[in-house]
């Protein structure tokens, strides 16, 4: 079946300039995380949401940084006024979510890849 | 003290040979344990996931788990040139959020 999908796969913006980052799940998966990953760094987790529960945000770096996900699908990460710091690759992971402590596994998007200038 | 810590490599392998690869965790409330290859400039693919302690085999590839000395360990059979990534590992926290180690470089040598 589908994977993650994500778009762009690439975006080149202005410094100061808005971005806006879309991931679409697996369909079924009920959990969406979003990871950044720095060139030659590993994965920063950023923000997790499961279902109808409240989003875990506390991996965002910054109040730039929001994100949402509309009818328990598809989710968009925002970037306000974009730094040279905010270059990365940004992923999307879904999964079936949580059970009685265990985690299913998360399946990766391509990423999209943010540059900064 | 990072939570998930991995050696960073590279481990150079010749073609053929096993391939091992360890990782160790920090909280003993961990449950689920994945192995993610990541080639240069790609996505992190998922290879395998264990839960419990013990082997775990699918493949030319073995998961190793022991919660009590806090471990889990990758081998790779057979290694191919195919098999050079990163391979990173990943283990949930208490409070569920996976939590990723930096990666192991591996390099697999015709």
């Known amino acids: 079946g589908a994977g993650v999908s994500q778009s762009p796969s690439n975006k080149v913006t202005e410094k100061g300039k808005d971005v806006e980052l879309r991931c679409d799940p697996i369909s079924g998966h009920t959990a969406l995380y979003w990871y950044r990953q720095s060139l030659g760094q590993g994965l920063e987790f950023l923000i997790y949401?499961?279902?109808?529960?409240?989003?875990?945000k506390s991996g965002l770096p910054s109040d730039r940084f929001s994100a949402e996900r509309t009818g328990g699908s598809v989710s968009t990460l925002t970037i306000q006024r974009t730094q040279q710091e905010d270059s990365a690759v940004y992923l999307c992971?879904?999964?079936?979510?949580?059970?009685?402590?265990?985690?299913?596994?998360?399946?990766f998007g391509p990423g999209t890849r943010l540059t900064v200038t | 003290q990072k939570e998930v810590e991995q050696n960073s490599g590279p481990l150079s392998v010749p073609e053929g040979a096993i391939a091992s690869l360890n990782c160790t965790y920090s909280?003993?409330?961990?449950?689920?344990f994945f192995w993610y290859r990541q080639y240069s400039g790609k996505s992190p693919e998922l290879i395998m996931f264990i839960y419990s302690n013990g082997d775990k085999e699918d493949g030319r590839f073995t998961a190793q788990l022991n919660k009590a000395s806090q471990y889990v360990s990758l081998l790779i059979r057979d290694s191919q040139p195919s098999d050079s990534a990163t391979y990173l590992c990943?283990?949930?926290?208490?409070?569920?959020?996976?939590?990723f180690g930096a990666g192991t470089q591996v390099v697999v040598t015709p």
């Open positions: 990943a283990v949930n926290d208490s409070w569920g959020k996976l939590q």
């Open positions: 949401f499961q279902g109808n529960s409240a989003p875990d």
């Open positions: 992971a879904s999964s079936l979510g949580r059970d009685r402590g265990f985690e299913y596994e998360q399946y």
């Open positions: 909280d003993r409330g961990s449950q689920s």
